[in-house]
């Protein structure tokens, strides 16, 4: 009976990690555009609080150039007072190449700039490539009436040199122009256009704190949820393999042991990758999850010492449930055709296995620079050896851990092995799990899980190498 409520309890931590892993993408993404606001309003405008870019010259043969249409009007049903409320104002500066001939510029009612312009020839920028305007040509005349003789213009100005106008944006349909003051085709300008909108820093604020709130409610969740799902129940501690007393301690704090099947399908291989689809959309949550509580048990570490042991043991599970997955299907080998479990605790019956020593005691002043200085030259050996290994953001491109590289080459040839020969290699595979052993003992590291450097070594074969482990004076980072 006492099993009971454990069991019970579990669909209760399946959900709140569910749902905490689905909620921390937004609650970020509210964060990151926050201070992205912020920064912007901070250090992105001008002195008079303007964000502005100057756009490439403005040149047509024709007597105007309009923007399209600008739709500020709002829903069926959504109050006036909410485009009002967003408090901005559009400002242009323009000036004219021919430095002695008037120039004008203007806003005004959509409707009313199409009227006056019916007929006449113009250009309309439809798109803005690299701030290059993009225009489409409107066939008629050659010439329009003077500009500065319509009065249905909201906010203008006109006048040699450069000219400058500010509008404060209200609700309905726009367009601004850009015309010679006398209507005479043959339009060459340089255009600065700046927006300022009070409600930027307001804005930006609300958006941080429904990102500090939401990380933290779902940091909370998955924390919850990582209680009981670090764990292994009552049943699997009991079956689980309990090192003997005689034996030699592991020379490292992570345990990565793989044993290759000794009967693998010729062929599954090649599908493996799509079985395993729901493992990887899983993964990227639980990732996303191990990198916000990586943060939080820094900051952990920093105040207290101590590596939070739930937060340790959901972050382990993380790894482990990597390992399964990518012993069963990508670069961890190819190694087994069982299908890997959804689970984040210990199964001593998989074929594939990783632990991590609890650490203690750890340094508050190593947690500052391991993940980003020390580890560097194990991510530069990593590299070399396996391709991308971090999550990555370089470019377009986005590299996982472990893919690509020599790693992906090697399991590539198992596998051609495999299909013609129906034969593993067994020097090919030990190496295969030498490297993935390499790479999580340094993800470990900057993990923070651990303040023992990674070894410099390539440890091969199926299970860990046994042996002391360092003495005090060894355990950190030299």
């Known amino acids: 009976m006492a099993n009971e409520t454990p069991r019970a309890a579990q669909p209760t931590r399946v959900f709140a990690l569910v749902v905490g892993c689905l909620l921390l993408l937004p609650a970020l993404g509210a964060l990151a555009g926050g201070v992205g606001l912020g920064l912007g309003y901070a250090f992105g405008r001008d ?25 500020f009007a709002a829903d069926p049903g959504t109050p006036r007072w909410v485009i009002d409320a967003l408090d901005a104002d559009v400002r242009l500066r323009v000036e004219n190449r021919r430095s002695d001939e008037p120039v004008f510029v203007g806003v005004g ?16 920028v439809r798109d803005l490539r690299d701030r290059t305007p993009q225009y489409r040509t409107r066939s008629g005349g050659d010439e329009a009436t003077p500009p500065t003789d319509e009065d249905f213009w909201v906010a203008a100005a006109t006048g040699v040199g450069s000219q400058e106008l500010v509008w404060p944006a209200t609700s309905g349909r726009w367009v601004a122009v850009v015309m010679n003051a006398d209507g005479a085709p043959g339009i060459a300008a340089d255009v600065n256009v700046g927006v300022k909108a009070g409600v930027v820093l307001p804005l930006a604020g609300i958006l941080v704190a429904l990102g500090v709130v939401g990380s933290a409610f779902s940091v909370a969740l998955i924390v919850f949820g990582a209680h009981g799902l670090g764990r292994p129940s009552s049943e699997q501690s009991e079956g689980a393999l309990q090192p003997d007393q005689d034996t030699v301690p592991l020379a490292t704090p992570v345990r ?18 799509f079985l395993a689809i729901p493992h990887f959309v899983v993964l990227f949550f639980l990732w996303l999850a191990f990198v916000v509580l990586t943060v939080v048990a820094g900051f952990s570490i920093l105040f207290t010492g101590r590596y939070p042991q739930q937060i340790f043991a959901f972050n382990v599970g993380v790894m482990r449930w990597s390992w399964r ?88 040839v198992a596998g051609v092995s495999l299909l013609f020969r129906n034969r593993y290699p067994t020097p090919l595979f030990d ?22 450097y990674p070894p410099f070594r390539l440890d091969q074969g199926p299970e860990e190498p046994v042996g002391p482990l360092p003495g005090p004076a060894d355990e950190r980072t030299p």
Do not use: C, Q
């Not at 190819?334 to 605790?345: A, Q, W």
């Open 47 to 71: 002195d008079e609080g303007f964000f502005e870019v100057d756009l490439d010259r403005v040149e047509s043969p024709t007597a105007a150039v309009t923007t399209e249409e600008v739709d």
């Open 109 to 124: 009612p959509a409707a009313a700039v199409e009227e006056y312009l019916a007929g006449v020839a113009h250009d309309e």
């Open 431 to 452: 190496l295969i799990v030498g490297l993935n052993r390499w790479i999580f003992r340094v993800v470990a590291y900057a993990g923070l899980m651990t303040d023992r």
């Open 256 to 273: 990565v042991a793989g044993h290759l099947d000794p009967e693998l399908s010729r062929w599954r291989w090649l599908v493996k990758w």
């Open 325 to 412: 997955v990518s012993f069963y299907a990508t670069t961890g080998g190819i190694g087994t055709d069982r299908y890997p479990p959804f689970s984040l605790h210990p199964d001593p019956s998989y074929p594939a296995s990783l632990d991590v020593e609890p650490p203690g005691e750890l340094s508050r002043g190593l947690v500052l620079v391991k993940w980003w200085l020390l580890a560097i030259p194990h991510y530069l050996v990593v590299a070399a050896l396996a391709g991308g290994v971090f999550w990555s953001t370089a470019g377009d491109d986005a590299a996982r851990i472990g893919d690509g590289g020599l790693l992906g080459i090697l399991v590539l």
